[in-house]
């Protein structure tokens, strides 16, 4: 069962990378080439080694490592986006008389995911990063 359920959570929270790729325009083309191109490029922001042989587009040097660094900063995003969501979740199923603060209001979505998405760029430093993701939910209240 666990492995099921684990199986399901990968799948949903790569939907959020898959659904933003035309947000940002530094990946904006991987949605219209082949999606066998995007798996081997999340492969890659995760560490994996891909062979370049292995891509059915040749991508020069440069292009492939920026989508690599965006990619990498959208795994921080698509982390908040989700732990944003199942706060949302979780207060939204807790019965009123049963609450020790107030109910969690903020709810995300792929909308919001796509919104910071376009802002990613592959120079952005963590801080930088962290600042972006502060400032959009700040914005959010």
């Known amino acids: 069962m666990g492995d099921i359920l684990s199986r399901r959570e990968e799948a949903c929270s790569l939907s959020y990378i898959e659904n933003s790729l ?12 082949d999606m ?13 080694t891909i062979p370049d042989t292995d891509f059915s587009h040749p991508y020069i040097s440069a292009e492939k490592n920026e989508i690599v660094d965006v990619l990498k900063r959208n795994f921080s995003v698509q982390q908040t986006v989700m ?3 199942q706060q949302y979740i979780e207060s ?8 020790t603060e107030p109910p969690f209001k903020l709810q995300d979505s792929y909308r919001n995911m796509n919104k910071l998405a376009e802002k990613v760029s592959a120079v ?12 959009h939910y700040l914005g959010e209240i």
């Open 83 to 85: 732990w944003i969501n």
């Open 92 to 99: 939204a199923a807790q019965a009123d008389n049963y609450r």
């Open 22 to 33: 035309t947000s940002n325009p530094a990946v904006a083309s991987l949605a219209t080439l």
């Open 36 to 48: 066998g191109d995007v798996y081997r490029f999340i492969r890659l922001a995760k560490g994996e």
């Open 124 to 135: 952005m430093n963590q801080e930088e990063l962290s600042a972006m993701l502060r400032d």
